[in-house]
């Protein structure tokens, strides 16, 4: 009897010890891809739609001075691709010990729990947040994070919106001290096919998150109800980037094609006629 | 001055907004119930959002439905009432029989939204006593339809006539609070002039801090500017941007008050500030295009919602009334 209760033990506690611990202090290592101040109009390698091209091209930095925005958090959309460092622990059921969800938490983001313990989804007709609504599940020794439930967003934070429509599949792989994080984003409304990203965090064991609070103010005097934008055709900053970087502004300006080698051979062939 | 012409309008486009709802709705839509706070519950699938309120003071309803659902509605709300009044109670055999349904506020005419007036009105209760009961001998028939008199207005002008039972019997014309706390909580109602139409009131639950805005605001289609029925663009923008004067994020412009629209889903502040921002920009396209000559036909031809168009639907009408609001051509 003794003997069986032990087997149930360890079988039940199994699965606990094969799974990979994410837990700890993260930094993000500094590359190409986190992208801090991106440009206006810098949209190269997004797969946006043209509605999400027309939407990045209205708008305005002014946007963010709004009462209404200024204390946002960056949502799950780009969050992991900026340059802030971010916490990961543990919630674990004091009965069971096991894992109940994962939390994850960045300098300016509120709190993502994703839960391990098989909870559904919210209906459709729940409030959306930053962070979504997400469940979690270990893939050997990855763990494979599904988001619903976005807010309206940016995949940059430069204007190329996500909608409260997309959803977001994500991937934590450990190797040792370093975390690949990937994101897939997919969204009906803004992008043509689904947006693939990772990023890479690097243990940082005395690490400490400062508070991030935030008061809005009243930082541009403007009259009630006006909303910055560009009018289309019309914003002067789009030719930027490109013009800083000699990329033809047809690649600046995003969509599936800027993704691909096809869009690297055309900007050197425009640097070869120069 | 109301003129006939106005009204024959007015009961023209009503027809249509709810032949529109009605052909936006499946032949028998699921009744869904989804919690918001406290003892405040969206009812969904009835045509319009309806919000209940069920406590131990009765039921109070912001919209009724589309007519055809007011059956299921009425069910459904039954089931809410009793599992309620029977949460947390002692184990008995004996069932607590459901408080009444005593109030429905309309937040506008449309039929989507006002439809089930008459039948859930006439399966709750008025409670009267003193002067009142002696005045009125049926003052405590169903329960009572209230909402900013243009509502009544407009719609006692509706040919065919719809049935007096249908039609708001208290009405107010700026600002309007329950009397006394309703299931715990102040109930105040406030008129929004000119927007979505002349009538539309917003419902706010003071100590849930939540908002029924009515057609307003909505997450499911571009806000329709009844120019027919009194509303108009500015105005529209105006309600909006009062949501956001009144509404408070929890942290990080995220939760906090909750605002239930016309349509669609629950909402917060981030969600309405977006849909303002939409509102507002287009309206200044549309400005921008107006202020070039533009025609209605070249304006639409122009797009000036296509940013949004994959989220928001068909912009015709939507693009439509911002043109006519804007030239004031009706």
Not at chain 1, 223 to 250: C, Q, T, W
Request: one cysteine or more; glycine letters at 8%.
């Amino acid at each position: 009897m003794k003997l069986r209760a032990v087997v149930l033990l360890v079988a039940l506690g199994a699965p606990a010890f094969a799974q990979m611990d994410f837990a700890g202090e993260w930094a993000p290592v500094q590359d190409e891809d986190n992208t801090g101040n991106p440009y206006v109009g810098e949209f190269l390698g997004i797969p946006m739609s043209p509605a999400g091209k027309l939407r990045g091209e209205a708008w305005s930095g002014s946007y963010m001075t709004l009462p209404e925005w200024q204390c946002r958090p960056h949502g799950a959309m780009y969050i992991s691709r900026g340059p802030s460092q971010v916490r990961i622990w543990k919630e674990v059921d004091p009965v069971t010990r096991q894992l109940t969800a994962y939390h994850a938490e960045w300098l300016r983001s509120i709190d993502n729990p994703y839960y391990l313990d098989g909870r559904p989804h919210p209906s459709d007709l729940a409030v959306h947040t930053w962070g979504g609504f997400s469940t979690a599940e270990f893939v050997g020794e990855m763990l494979k994070i599904t988001t619903t439930h976005l807010k309206e967003d940016y995949y940059r934070r430069n204007g190329v919106p996500s909608s409260d429509r997309a959803t977001l599949t994500q991937y934590w792989i450990r190797r040792g001290d370093y975390l690949t994080w990937v994101t897939i984003a997919y969204d009906p409304v803004y992008l043509t096919e689904p947006m693939i990203r990772s990023s890479e965090y690097r243990l940082a064991l005395n690490q400490q998150i400062p508070p991030y609070p935030c008061d809005a103010v009243e930082e541009v005097v403007r009259a009630k109800g006006v909303v910055p934008h560009e009018l289309p055709g019309k914003n002067a900053f789009m030719g930027e980037f490109g013009k800083k970087y000699n990329i033809p502004i047809e690649i600046t300006r995003g969509g599936a094609e800027s993704m691909y080698p096809e869009a690297a051979r055309k900007i050197e062939a425009e640097r070869n006629k120069k | 001055m109301k003129t006939p012409r106005t009204y024959l309008a007015a009961a023209g486009t009503l027809v249509l907004a709810a032949c529109f709802a009605v052909a936006q709705q499946p032949q028998n839509p699921e009744i869904r119930i989804e919690p918001v706070r406290g003892h405040l519950y969206l009812i969904n699938g009835a045509g319009g959002n309806i919000l209940a309120s069920v406590g131990p003071d009765g039921v109070l309803l912001v919209d009724s439905g589309l007519s055809q659902n007011a059956d299921r509605v009425l069910a459904a709300i039954n089931k809410l009432n009793v599992e309620i009044a029977n949460r947390g109670g002692l184990p008995t055999t004996t069932v607590v029989p459901p408080k009444p349904i005593r109030y429905i506020v309309n937040t506008h005419l449309h039929a989507d939204h006002t439809g089930g007036n008459e039948k859930i009105a006439k399966a709750g209760k008025t409670i009267t006593g003193g002067n009142v009961t002696g005045e009125f001998g049926d003052a405590a028939e169903g329960a009572t339809i209230i909402s900013q008199q243009a509502v009544l207005d407009r719609m006692s002008q509706i040919k065919p006539a719809l049935p007096f039972a249908a039609l708001p019997e208290d009405t107010y014309h700026d600002d309007k609070r329950l009397s006394h706390f309703f299931n715990g909580e102040a109930v105040i109602l406030q008129h929004m002039p000119a927007a979505h139409t002349d009538g539309d009131t917003f419902v706010y639950f003071r100590g849930s801090d939540v908002l029924a805005t009515g057609d307003i605001f909505v997450t499911t289609s571009y806000p329709f500017i009844d120019l027919a029925n009194g509303g108009s663009v500015q105005g529209e923008l105006n309600a909006l941007n009062h949501i956001l004067d009144l509404a408070v994020a929890e942290f990080r412009t995220e939760g906090g008050t909750l605002i239930v629209p016309g349509h669609g889903r629950i909402c917060d502040i981030a969600d309405v500030a977006y849909y303002r921002d939409m509102v507002t920009i287009v309206r200044d396209r549309v400005q921008d295009m107006i202020k070039r000559d533009m025609t209605l036909e070249q304006v639409k031809a122009a797009k000036p919602t296509a940013d949004w168009d994959p989220r928001y639907g068909s912009p015709d009408r939507f693009v439509e009334g911002v043109y006519r609001s804007l030239t004031n051509k009706k």
